[in-house]
């Protein structure tokens, strides 16, 4: 059921068509097969079921709209819901993968009353657009019977023994056994049930709300911060900035306790005239070092080009740490190598403190053989892997390319598929001396509807000053042809 | 300046499977087209794909002499790229004489042998071992793949035999279970430690090498020259990569220090550049990733494809030796396929006989055993005339002599069998037992079956019990050995729906999109995805990515592309010497199974002998049904003197009562039965050849049936005048001049658009490989056109091709038609006199033939005889015969409940005569601990009504069993007291008959209590609907509704009418709905367990009903009925059910509803 929620929620536009009656099921792969596990209305009117192959569904509705089921999703639907719910309750849980369940007890008052609180409830979830079933109960396991069977009565003792969601087997067996509501079950010794079906009457005693067991919440962590409140304001930056450090200690150590760190800061300066004068930094990686923190605070205060005004002091000041990761605890050595890698973060992160985090790029390997889509920018946080040049090769494309890249004329070279001799670039006539290649590269042909596409020809080549091009043929030499185009893609250093 | 000369010699075909994009025999047409001298191909691992080009050329010079008078200068030479587990460099390996072929294939099976199917594992010391008479290409570097050369577990891989007499293996060959030496002396201590793969056996996997390693190449060259100083070169590729000309430079180098030659190739994976695309697609599939995501790991440019020799002269300008190298190597190779020469086994001919006295003798032998008196004229002029023949083909009598061999083994294992085919039907065959098909009596002559072309290989297809065949293919590796006999391979090709998924899948089109373009298509044989089909589906050939799944797919399938090999049903070609080295072995999925490489059409490509170890499921049933009717009724029956022609048998088939008979129970068969009503053993021969694809797609079918009652003239079609107007007399006579057999369709062919023996060998060619290549259209004009030109019908001309279009997917002959007639009359001769031996074992058989246990069971009880219930004290594992009233009545078995265990069908009877007295717990509790059976077993029993005979009915039994300890506590068994105490009567409500009804659905698929539409025929009666009985009796004409369980839904031929049987209490019903009607009803037809239909009835001539179905309802619902009480559940109208969140949903485990497990099975139909 979720399933049809998040596609109506995330997908306004065909949602309407859903209105109109289309078949919408959702599908998975299941012992190796397409099969159907979760179905709009419509497509459960047409009498598919839940289980069912794709392809036989598909055989009985051939304009059956199918999308791929995806559990992520609903979780975090869920999630959303259950954490919507905390305004009824603080002991609010998810029931993966479709339920939730609220314990009210003492919360109701707010809403009229418990059935008020359902109808509140119900009401708002279907403002969202969630098809929902809610139902109250004494026990967790009595709500949920009621909720999911309880739709022709709502007496505990006329649901079907289904309700108890047993293991299948135990729910055929009782089914033979000819009992078939939960008021079968109730009337029979317990014993009885026991010395047959296990942990059945357990099940049962919670459906009957003979036994409560209680429920995890989704209660969300604090945030981590720290303040300080002045009785005299303080008026300069440097003693702000003094402050600041502190606060990076009493926040390390509520990350230390909760081995976490930080990857983002908001340090906030209250002026005593009411303003507040917000500076932000981000680390690459986890971190709880205040001497770090400072410094990184530094380097952004120094770099605003709007300097901090402390007009008339600071009355507060306040760091908040925006977003923790994990981060075990760890003994420094000092007889311990150098970490270079942390030394690069920590440029990385003066840097993006600096220039803003967006400047600052990696570059990463891309999976294709054309030379300007090879490589792409990238986080510098990541740590992306180059295949190195084998040794004593040469390398085999410049650094930096041109982009686009830049024609050149005048270009003389052997037919069929010789290197350039002699071309014209920026106006200048080069005599080419030494040159290898061609490396070809041909189009990729997945993104053309003719599956051609002009393959290029690089030479590495060299002129008599030893300035060294990397240059390419566009398209070969076909008879009849048009002569094909010379561009260069970089230099060599 | 003269045209350089330059043959390439590593060229790939789409055998290195998924790597190649190209036929091998489109190669060869290349490499002719652009002027090479000629061609070598070399597949990963496998030879499996060069007897199609050595073929291809074959033909291709046969033609070439035909047209021009030259002979075609150009040699095809054949070898395999060995890719090694160890990472050694990828070295090419091609045969210099046929010695050379012996080694590569030895080698190849070593490597196969100690791999899963379809994976070889190879190191570089199995090619030191096998290296004599190979020429070999060491390549720079090695393409193994990533899961390329798994090893198998080390007790699991078959060794086979070395050199030399003995069968045991020596050390050498015994792969040890943990440590990595392999060969303690010679070659070994050439090969550096690091090249052999880690220590132990199983993981010695090396990472995917990505460059080449200068260190590995060095050792590989030295290792190999130190052996073969003279058959060892370097291989270069010039692959515009950037750094070619250094790279060649350095390998010039390399060769020059290794003292080998420098060998020019360019590593073609296909033909043409265009077919680059197609590469990348492969690739893609091979990888599982799509073409999107391909990028570094495609090939960079188009360049791997045949090359012109100028060209190929241009980019090795600077090293000219490393072209004429090429020719010199090419040269040097002496060998051809077509010197494997085929020889004989000598094992089925004892020592000191020629295999045709041999032969004469046996046949000898079994005629004095069928004539003491001395066998009649005509007899011994029949044979007489087949030794004749036989003595023509040296090869024959050895072949009916292997064949011989067999019989005479399943005979002394009491295994039942029976051959069929064109040389099973003479009277040799029939003398030798191989077939109960006496020749005298049917008027058969060989020499009708066998073919004037001498080159055609003889057929015989011999049948064993299905369940049993495995002794006899156990018996066929020991006598010949694994190293001389092996099954044949079949290549499973590209089909439309394996295309359309892998490459969607590959083309990043989801499996919702190909699945849906797949379902459209009803059979997986259709070779083209059409237009319209795309049409249909909602797509639209105008969106790119639907064109280019189209423009891969018909690619894939225009002349189908190999996809991988299997096993062939069970022909095997045994050899006098040892087959691995004629065609490498591999290891079967199935366990204890090796087959070769090559296919059916190879092997007669190349004339070896392939003797056929068929399974069919109704000589086991016969088999089973002759043992119980041995031991419960004292009568000993075979197939071969069962009583012949009994008038009562023939009347039964008459009235289309033939469920579980041999080939005839289908619909289709049963319509035809009371039209063609058979009379003797040859009508059941046409009945079992006309409701086939051939004559139904030729139209000979009504033509035949009119004829045979009397309503048409016998005619003979004949030509205009200067010709003999009687000339297909003889082909025609039996069939009243309606062609009706394969054999007949093709000899008229010949005769009758008057072929040249050459065409016709085309022609013949072109039908075997009717499927896979599409070279039949051009024989239908050249037939239509000749028979008209010789004065036949330009109708009756295309009807006799449409015929064979029709035998080209399903070929039936004659000859296989008589054997199956044999076993059609006795299995309706038991069904008849002996029905319920019959449906015992029919039921013991299983699975076999059309019907489910419920229908078989149905039409025993329909038939008199008393079918009992499975219950613990009476029943076996087998469905057995007990004394009934009068007649023997059937007993089922435990094997027919779902999921019983035949270990404790066997402990429950062994363990009845402990039983002792007492209450039903206590006797379920004896029972229990006895049989040592476990709680499973228990609930089973009880699910399946069992206890019975104790005194607990279904219900009583499964409340009782759930407490039942079964493994007792050692003080209670000590003691032999009861462990459970009394429990008070738990009061559970009666279950009503309709719940135990659907529950015997449930646990045994069958109910003898009743039948599920009893229950519901109030309700029905109540809407007016009729039952199957009452439809029987309505008249022509008028409108009826009719419900039922769905037995069948059907589709046949073209697909314009759907056939559907509903089945009733009183009986079936056969409804028949047009193509159209069930686009309106599809969802209902598709989804029905039970179903209404709304139609007019229809009587045929011969009396058979039908119901035109016009309108078609789902009432699957309605048996929810049987299992929920009916007070509970008033009448909600269905809609409602829909609102009820208990309907069926994904939080239940196993995303099913216990109480809606389906009461009934699935029917059998065409989704």
Known sequence: ?493 | MTEPAYVELAAASNFSFLHGASHGSDMLLRALELGHLGLGIADRNTVAGVVRVWKALKDTREDCLAETGQPLPFKLVTGARLVFADGTPDIIAYPETRHGWGRLCRLLSTGNLRADKGDCVLRLEDLLTFHQDLLLIVLPASTRREDEGEERKAEKQTILPPDGKEAVPSPLFVIPAKAGIHREAGAGGLVDSRLRGNDGGSDNVVPFPTRPNPDTLTRTLAALRAVAPDRVWLGAAMRRSGADARKLAKLATFARTARVPLLAINDALYAAPEDRPLQDVLTAIRLGITVQEGGKRFEANAERHLKAPAEMARLFRDYPEAIAETLRFHERIAFDLEDLKYEYPHEPVPEGWEPMAWLKHLVAEGAAEKWPEGMPAKVEKMLDEEFKLLSKRPDLPYYFLTVHDLVRFARSKGILCQGRGSAANSMVCYLLGVTPVDPARYDLLFSRFMSEDRDEPPDIDVDFEHERREEVMQYVYDRYGRHRAGIVATVIHYRSRSAVREVGKALSLTEDVTTRLVSTVWGSYSSQMEEERFKETGFDLDNPEIERLNHFVARLLEAPFPRHLSQHVGGYVLTEYRLDETVPIHHAAMEKRTFIEWDKDDIDALKLMKVDVLALGMLTCIRKAFDLIRDFEGVEYTIRDLPAAQADVYDMLCEGDSIGVFQVESRAQMNMLPRLRPRELYDLVIQVAIVRPGPIQGNMVHPYLRRRQGKEEVVFPSPAPPHNPHELRDILGKTLGVPLFQEQAMKLAIKAANFSPADANKFRRAMATFRNVGTMPQFEEKMVGGMMERGYSEEFARRCFDQIKGFGSYGFPESHALSFAILVYASAFLKKRHPAAFCAALLNSQPMGFYAPAQIVGCARDHGVEVRAIDAAHSDWDNKLEPGDGAPAVRLGFRQIDGFKQAWADAIMGARGALGAGDPAQRIEALARAAKLPARALRLLADADAFRAFGYDRRQALWEVRRTPTDALPLFAAADARELGQEDDPQLPAMPLSEHVAADYQTTRLSLKAHPMSFLRPVFAREGVLSSAQVGLAKDGTRARVAGVVLVRQRPGEGKAIFITLEDETGITNVLLWARDFEKYRRPVMASRLMEVHGIIQHSEEGVVHLMGAHVVDRTRELDRLSEDHQTRPQLSRADEFEHPQMPRNHVPRGRHPRNVRILPASRDFH
């Open chain 1, 1 to 493: 059921m979720l399933a049809e929620n998040i596609w109506r929620l995330g997908n306004p536009k065909t949602s309407s068509i859903c209105e109109e009656g289309l078949p919408v099921v959702f599908v998975e792969k299941l012992n190796n097969a397409m099969r159907l596990t979760a179905l709009s209305r419509a497509a459960i009117a047409l009498g598919l079921t839940p289980d069912l192959t794709l392809a036989d569904a598909r055989a009985r509705v051939p304009e059956l709209v199918a999308l791929d089921r995806d559990h992520g999703d609903e979780a975090r639907l869920l999630a959303r819901i259950v954490a919507g719910c905390v305004r009824y309750t603080p002991m609010a849980a998810a029931e993966p993968p479709d339920g939730a369940i609220l314990d009210i007890t003492g919360c109701a008052h707010g809403f009229g009353g418990e059935e008020g609180l359902k109808a509140d409830l119900a009401r708002r979830l279907e403002a969202s657009g969630i098809t929902a079933f809610c139902a109250l109960g004494d026990t967790p396991e009595q709500a949920r019977a009621l909720t999911r069977f309880g739709h022709k009565s709502k007496n505990l003792l006329d649901l079907p023994v289904e309700a108890i969601e047993a293991d299948p087997a135990v729910t055929l067996a009782l089914r033979r056994a000819g009992l078939k509501r939960i008021g079968d079950l109730a009337s029979r010794p317990r014993k009885m049930l026991a010395a047959r079906f296990g942990d059945l009457a357990i099940r049962l005693g919670r459906v009957l709300g003979e036994q409560d067991r209680h429920i995890s919440p989704e209660r969300p962590l604090s945030p981590v911060f720290a303040l300080r409140r002045f009785a005299e304001p303080i008026a300069r930056i440097e003693d702000a900035l003094a402050c600041l450090e502190d606060l990076g200690r009493d926040a390390a150590q509520t990350l230390l306790e909760r081995h976490q760190g930080g990857r983002r800061f908001i340090a906030r300066f209250f002026r005593s005239d009411g303003a507040i004068v917000g500076v932000e930094i981000g680390t690459g990686r986890p971190t709880r070092d205040p001497a770090l923190l400072i410094r990184l605070f530094r380097e952004r205060v120094d770099a605003l080009s709007d300097p901090i005004d402390p007009g008339f002091g600071f009355d507060m000041i306040r760091l908040d740490v925006g977003q923790c990761e994990a981060l075990t605890a760890r003994q420094d050595d000092h007889l311990a190598p150098s970490r270079h890698e942390e030394d690069l973060a920590e440029l990385v992160d003066r840097l993006s403190v600096r220039l803003g985090a967006r400047r600052v790029h990696r570059a990463q390997p891309e999976n294709s053989h054309i030379p300007e889509c090879a490589a792409s920018p990238c986080a510098p946080s990541r740590l992306p892997v180059w295949e190195s040049a084998p040794e004593g090769e040469p390398p085999m494309r410049p650094l930096r390319l041109f982009d686009p890249p830049q024609p050149v004329g005048a270009v003389m070279s052997e037919v069929p598929d010789g290197p350039p001799m002699r071309f014209t670039w920026r106006g200048k006539t080069y005599g080419v001396t030494r040159w290898e290649g061609p490396e070809r590269i041909a189009a990729e042909w997945w993104r053309r509807r003719d599956r051609g596409g002009r393959p290029r020809d690089y030479y590495r080549v060299e002129d008599e000053a030893g300035h060294r091009f990397w240059l390419f043929r566009h398209g070969l030499h076909e008879a009849g042809g048009t002569p094909p185009d010379w561009y260069v893609h970089g230099l060599f250093a």
